[in-house]
């Protein structure tokens, strides 16, 4: 087996991991197309659930992710991808991860950890 079984699975979670900082950045999708274009330019292709279509990150935020190392679990069904991220975010929330939110599960409180990268009403300006 040469990478995940798209045969078994047709979409595959995908964890991003920072290569320099081992930060997880987040988590996503990728099918058999998302995988082939990742490995052919190098730089990360998700699908995107939501809008049913190809999710080239970094493609309206310029937050892309290089691809460094690619690892897939014992069952072929996960993919664990260390990446150099390019421009400071990953999350569209313009956080560095993410996961920047914590529960404290004595209290159940949620504390923001993160520091915001960037604002998306700047950066995902979308014509009304």
């Not at 190098?42 to 460094?68: A, H, I, M, T």
């Not at 150099?84 to 929330?93: L, N, S």
Request: glycine letters at 8%.
């Amino acid at each position: 087996m040469n990478g995940p079984d798209f045969d078994k699975c047709e979409l595959v979670p995908v964890i991003a991991q920072d290569i320099a900082t081992g930060d997880v950045l987040m988590l996503a999708y990728m099918n058999r197309e998302a995988f082939a274009e990742t490995l052919r330019t190098g730089r990360v292709c998700y699908f995107s659930r939501s809008r049913s279509k190809l999710w080239r990150k970094g493609e309206e935020s310029g937050n892309f992710q290089e691809v460094c190392e690619i690892y897939f679990d014992c069952d072929a069904d996960t993919l664990l991808i260390k990446v150099r991220q390019i421009g400071g975010a990953a999350c569209h929330e313009g956080y560095r991860s993410c996961f920047f939110r914590r529960l404290m599960p004595e209290t159940l409180e949620v504390v923001t950890v993160g520091q915001r990268v960037f604002d998306p009403a700047q950066v995902y300006k979308r014509p009304s």
